[in-house]
């Protein structure tokens, strides 16, 4: 007896300690069967108290009466599965006549507490059919990728969303994306996982990075190309528009259309040509885009306005000819002069980190998402990395990358350093790589070792 309360005292101890320093466990060692069994019992009168109950049907109510039996009470939505995952519980409903998933949806949070669960959401999956998805715990607080993803060509998982899904960024879906936060908000965390993700695909990288290249410069072996300062990222953007001229060239090369060519085999963009023949895509990363934007003198201007006219043209037909643009910056708004609300407009993948006004997020998601905007300027300070990702489908999602360091990243990017395309429209900005370039001496002090 007094070993099986001790061995009782030790599983709850365990179940406790588990559930404060590691919650992913827990809910796989012993959250998810309570919470299971929870939802199982309640859930009659948690549907009930969430007005989520039809009454009953005439034909029942006199069966009822004509064989005397007890008055049948009112009908919840029927359970069509609920299935446990690696974060919460998946429920999914078949609706009674007369509700709608609006009402599910509406009725979420009182849900959530009614389950004491961390979070609860509600999609229509088809007509009549409603999955709610919980979750656990906060899965967001410390960001841990499931071991298997559905990654494909060109579609590579990022981030974990709130429901404790996995978002991924799909090229081919969405070509061109715009990253916005405040500085510190984890944009360059965000950016080095997609460069980290990409790295075991066959794409060709390049970056413009106008901090000198602190971000990007370290992963060079990765890299196609490389630009770490505006002169450099002009001429880098026009080989890039040049290079894309080549592809459309090849790819009518390729078209050869005659009477006899069926539909299917006539090519349009690079992914309808044969494997042999196909250019390898190219994903452009642009950090802190504001550097290229900005100028102080007439030469300047001029180069700007290249710059601008060259990213817009890869933006406008660049993802036929498989180039990708990624953008980064803290504010993304006409205030950066013309050119730059028309190469926005282009830019259909939109995730904002912690933004510190509203014009700042209006600049992600006004034209897009409304009700995303109020969500981005509601990130907290102290959660870097937390971050709204909506596209023009006007749907968002609270998301968050796992923590890579930079050290983590560039060990990825060396091991798959063999795979980097030699591009030779781009060969000119190719990385040097080797033993470290000789650097002159930085023009800063290093401020004396405290004694
Ligand atoms: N997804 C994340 N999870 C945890 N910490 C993060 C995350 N993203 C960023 N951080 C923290 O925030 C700091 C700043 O991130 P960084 O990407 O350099 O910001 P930005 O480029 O927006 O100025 C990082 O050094 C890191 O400590
Ligand atoms: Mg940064």
Redesign the pocket.
């Known amino acids: 007896m007094t070993w099986l309360t001790v061995a009782l005292v030790l599983v709850v101890a365990a179940a406790g300690l588990l559930r404060w320093r590691r919650p992913a466990w827990y809910w796989l060692a012993f959250g998810a069967t309570l919470a299971a069994l929870r939802v199982l019992v309640r859930y009659p009168s948690v549907m009930d108290a969430c007005g989520l109950t039809v009454p009953p049907s005439r034909w029942r109510l006199a069966l009822a009466r004509a064989t005397d039996w007890p008055v049948p009470g009112p009908r919840a939505p029927r359970i069509l599965r609920l299935r446990p995952t690696r974060t919460g519980l998946v429920l999914r409903l078949k609706l009674r006549p007369g509700q709608d998933a609006f009402d599910v949806a509406a009725s979420c949070d009182r849900l959530r507490h009614s389950f004491a669960m961390y979070g609860v959401t509600s999609r229509e999956l088809r007509s009549g059919v409603v999955e709610v998805r919980m979750t656990g715990y906060d899965v967001l607080k410390r960001?841990q990728m499931p071991a298997k993803t559905d990654t494909r060509p060109m579609r590579v998982p990022v981030a974990l969303r709130e429901d404790g899904a996995v978002h991924y960024r799909d090229y081919r879906a969405v070509p061109h994306g715009l990253t916005l936060?405040a500085?510190?908000?984890?944009?360059?965390?965000?950016q080095r996982n997609l460069v980290a993700a990409l790295a075991p695909q066959h794409v060709a990288l390049v970056g413009i990075d106008c901090k000198q290249g602190v971000e990007l410069f370290s992963m060079a072996r990765r890299f196609s190309a490389l630009a770490d300062n505006p002169d450099n990222a002009a001429e880098l953007l026009d080989a890039l528009v040049a290079h894309m001229g080549d592809v459309y060239q090849l790819i009518r090369a390729e078209q050869r259309i005659t009477a006899d060519v069926p539909d299917a085999e006539i090519a349009a963009n690079i992914w309808d040509l044969p494997e042999d023949l196909r250019p390898v895509p190219i994903v452009v990363l642009v950090d802190e885009v504001a550097e290229l934007a900005l100028f102080t003198n007439k030469e300047e201007e001029r180069r700007r306005d290249r710059i601008i006219t060259a990213l817009v043209r890869l933006a406008q037909l660049g993802r036929a000819a498989g180039i990708y643009l990624e953008i980064c910056g803290q504010r993304f708004g006409s205030e950066l002069g013309k050119g730059i609300t028309m190469l926005r407009a282009q830019l259909t993948g939109r995730t904002a980190?912690r933004v510190n006004d509203e014009t700042s997020a209006n600049m992600a998601f006004g034209d897009i998402a409304p009700d995303a905007v109020l969500a981005a300027i509601q990130i907290p300070a102290e959660m870097?990395?937390i971050a709204i990702a909506a596209d023009s489908t006007g749907g968002w999602h609270r998301i968050?990358?796992?923590?890579t360091s930079l050290r983590q990243a560039v060990n990825t990017c060396n091991r798959h350093a063999d795979l980097t395309p030699d591009l030779p429209a781009l060969a000119p900005f190719r990385p040097a790589l080797g033993g470290p370039k000789s650097v002159p001496g930085p023009a800063v002090e290093s401020a004396p070792a405290a004694a």
């Open positions: 960001v936060g500085t510190e908000s984890g944009k360059s965390v965000y980190h870097r990395g968050r990358a796992p923590h």
